[in-house]
Structure formats: structure tokens, C-alpha cells
């Protein structure tokens, strides 16, 4: 049974940081490219960022690049998600998702198959 759990979110003043994990299990994380999407109350869920699966290829939403860095340890069956220079607008819950199957990395939330109960991250100005 795939499953992954999401940690580090929190209350945080604009500027400060947040480091989210997430925790799989029951899949070889090797074999899945991965993301982490957000979703503020009242939107659609947004791509956030993504990562292939060594590491190779990374990929940011715009409004996050520069500030935020996706990254993983394969060995540890662990993704995380580096926050820094937090504005009001990333106040979202975060989620973590993975995408099967060996394919590259993907913006589009259809094309990952398991996803994290999220966590959630407020930005106060």
C-alpha cells in the first residue's frame, strides 16, 4: 500500500522559511518522478514543483523560483520541499504526489497517482 505523508508545515511570518517532507512507503522511490502542489482556500490546486526521479530535473511554478527548492534522498524514501523568503500568497495547504511508472517529471496533477493528506502552511504578513 503507497503511501506518503507530509510534515513541516506551520504558522510562519512572511520572509521566514519552511522545510516540508514527505514520507513514502510501500513503493521503490527511485521509480517515481515526484511533485508537491498547493491548494489556498477558495482555488484550484496549483503545481507547485517537481523533481524526476534521481534528481536530475527539476521544474518551479514562476511564482516560486528562486525562493523554493525541491529536492530528494531516493535512500531514505524521502522528498522535500525548501521554503524561503515566504509571502501571504503561498498560505496553501501542500501536498506531495507521486507519479508512477518511470515517466519525467509533469506540471498536471492527472498525471500523479498517489498523493499525501497534505499540510498546511500559513504565511502572516
Known sequence: QVQLV????????????????????GLALNSYAMGWFRQAPGKERE???AISRIGGRTDYVNSVKGRFTIS??????MVYLQMNS???????????????GGFDISI????YDYWGQG???TVSS
Not at 530528494?72 to 524514501?77: F, I, L, V, W
Not at 515566504?86 to 508512477?100: F, G, H, I, N, S
Open 86 to 100: 515566504l509571502k501571504p500568497e503561498d498560505t496553501a495547504v501542500y501536498y506531495c504526489a507521486a507519479r508512477p
Open 108 to 111: 498536471s496533477g492527472n498525471d
Open 6 to 25: 507530509e510534515s513541516g508545515g506551520g504558522l510562519v511570518q512572511a520572509g521566514g522559511s519552511l522545510r516540508l517532507s514527505c514520507a513514502a512507503s
Open 119 to 121: 499540510t498546511q502552511v
Open 47 to 49: 503545481f507547485v514543483a
Open 72 to 77: 530528494r534522498d531516493n535512500a531514505k524514501n
